[in-house]
């Protein structure tokens, strides 16, 4: 009933879920994309995932509507809530920003494997990085590994022994360089995706929020132009 | 910042989520109400939530729309497969049943995890149970077990040293007759609750769905009369 060639690609139309999106559909998988709209300030985002999705011939996009921003607590959701802005990494890397979303991976994940139970499919992707992560706790090897076993005992597959679901994290120990370096090589276009916490009203990256300041290290790092425009 | 008299409580309107507030709320715990419309066929069990949450003196009552059932996959939420009836014992106990929703009570955790954190909250009830479960994997102790784990690991609140949260699942080692016997003890009222599978279009109960059947013989053992009308 399961078919291993199949995998669910968490993709939030970023450079990281990109690039994931790119590593899993170049190997022998058939990938089916899943993003969610949340509150998100803005719906960019969804855009580049759709492009995003479209370039790595996902089988299927679904677009998940979830209510996880109208519990509120997040820069990202709330607009009474400032983006920080100009933070040095100093800043980044001290506790948790404003701009966490609670516990938003262990939902994206959830709603993954429900998914994956569907299809029949074993493997789930995230581009989540513990490196260069922003200070998010879900983006952790000790949070993934966990999730992963916790899924193995919620699922009806795994429990029927059909087999055991992997959440693989491609990029968990990569530096963003090293990111974008891999996903050039497997020759993805990073002018489809999109890192800005706040971008203009013609969805311009503001450069200066601390996912567009990664974004930008991580291209000056890996000797690279980054393709798209900023405000 | 974290209050731990606050408790977030999972609420299906059924018999076990409605004894588990009675629990959740006879302590000294101030509790919020957590329910979901996600594709079931009846809404009834909706209302029947509402009121066992006012009965309850819930705080607040939330219920979050959420797209699991248009992932299919199950008999209470896809209309085309039918809702098994008057199965034996043997056969309930016997692999996983077609009114199995994918991973429902992992998302379910998952989405009342968030809103704990939100509110400050580290307790958080569900009212599962390992030994009338139906079938259901996500029943299960040791899936209880890990959501805890991976819900500490995956929150900024655990993360940055506030607390634990504790995944309270006070029904799991009844029978459903110990249940209704602890729910009567602490003056819970059964006529608020809805149970069945596949209800009329009055909402009275069918009385032969796995559900009906393990709920009235646990009245039946506890010695109490069913207050609910059936078919």
Redesign the interface.
Known sequence: MHDKNKAVVLLSGGLDSGTTAQIASSGELEIYAMSFSYGQRHTVELEAASKIADFCKAREHRI?????GR???SALTDSSIDVPKDRSEGEMAS??PST?V??????FL??A???A??LGAFDIFIGVNSLDYSG???C?P??IE??E???N????A???GGGRFKINAPLMQKTKAEIILEGKRLGFDYSLTHSCYDPDENGLACGKCDSCKLRLKGFREAGLKDPIKYQ
Chains 1, 2 share one sequence.
Do not use: C, H, M, Q
């Open positions: 998940i509507d979830i209510d996880l519990l509120g607590g506790g948790v966490y609670p516990v938003r991976n262990l939902v959830s709603y494997l429900a998914w139970e569907v998010y706790p879900d952790r000790e949070f966990s999730f076993k916790t899924a005992l919620a699922s009806a795994s429990a029927e």
